[in-house]
């Protein structure tokens, strides 16, 4: 139990990580771009060599990619212009929630009582995160929630269906070629390849830590129940509100602590009902 305890906190540092490094970089859309275009070069020699994965994944993978697109143009807009510290954990609360929500209609999950009310906590932590900020900023999270929420319902229906833990690789490089085909037809295309060698360097340990985050929390749940790693997993909320308060300065640090404790107590308490 220890061993998972230390993986689920190391992918939430991990996650918070990556985009806080997108979030800091002077064009965060391109910035996530090249992380999941270098995240998929990664993955191709990685699935060879492991042996692949069934067909069927496939399919599940590219309707992960496409939600992908709106997510990462989404969640570009909203590093760009406005703080880690609101658009973080909007993003990841609201995803992980629609995903609740969505497993129990498309997924045949149960929902109990103590779920609806774990529901309300949580909305009622984002509604005080949103409290005065700029609506255009919210939307944008809003939008990020929603593709978490879509693309976490298709995972996990291939993942029960599959069983197989190379389908993250597969995910990955489907996400690499969406992306890129999105980037191109928005024009970016030139603007990618101008960006510095010091700067895909960084991309390049973006995608590194893409790709351990979520292998860390599957070899968690290997140790300790899936419920328990991803309450842990969400705590990288407190992380988000921590770092853009005390490193980048951002405003309102006592309130979106409050909000986002809010948040991760709910979706604690999602799982433990669940």
Request: aromatic share 8%; proline share 3%; net charge positive.
């Amino acid at each position: 139990m220890l061993l998972a305890t230390l993986y689920a906190l190391l992918a939430a540092v991990l996650h918070a990580g990556w985009n806080l490094l997108a979030k800091r970089s002077v064009e965060p859309f391109l910035a996530l771009w090249g992380q999941f275009l270098l995240a998929g070069v990664i993955s191709v020699p990685i699935l060879v060599a492991t042996g692949g994965t069934p067909a069927g994944a496939w399919k599940w993978a590219l309707l992960s990619a496409a939600i992908h697109v709106p997510y990462t143009v989404a969640l570009g807009w909203a590093y760009r212009h406005g703080d880690f510290s609101l658009a973080y954990p909007i993003a990841r609360g609201g995803g992980a929630l629609l995903a609740a929500i969505g497993g129990l209609i498309l997924l045949d999950d149960e929902l109990s009582w103590l779920s609806l009310v774990a529901i309300v906590v949580v909305v009622g932590g984002m509604s005080l995160l949103a409290r005065g900020a700029d609506s255009r900023q919210v939307l944008a999270a809003l939008i990020v929630a929603g593709a978490i929420g879509g693309y976490t319902l298709s995972d996990s229906h291939a993942a029960r269906e599959y069983q197989t833990f190379k389908y993250v690789f597969v995910t990955q490089i489907a996400s690499a070629v969406t992306i890129s085909t999105a980037g191109i037809a928005l024009g970016r295309g030139r603007a990618l390849l101008a960006i510095p060698a010091a700067t895909w360097w960084r991309m390049a340990g973006a995608s590194v830590m893409t790709i351990g985050a979520y292998g860390l929390v599957l070899l968690a749940v290997r140790r300790a129940p899936v419920g328990y790693v991803a309450a842990l997993r969400e705590s990288s909320v407190l992380i988000a509100v921590f770092v853009g308060s005390r490193y980048l300065g951002e405003a309102g640090e006592t309130t979106r602590a409050a909000a986002a404790t809010m948040i991760l107590a709910g979706l604690v308490l999602l799982v433990v009902a669940r």
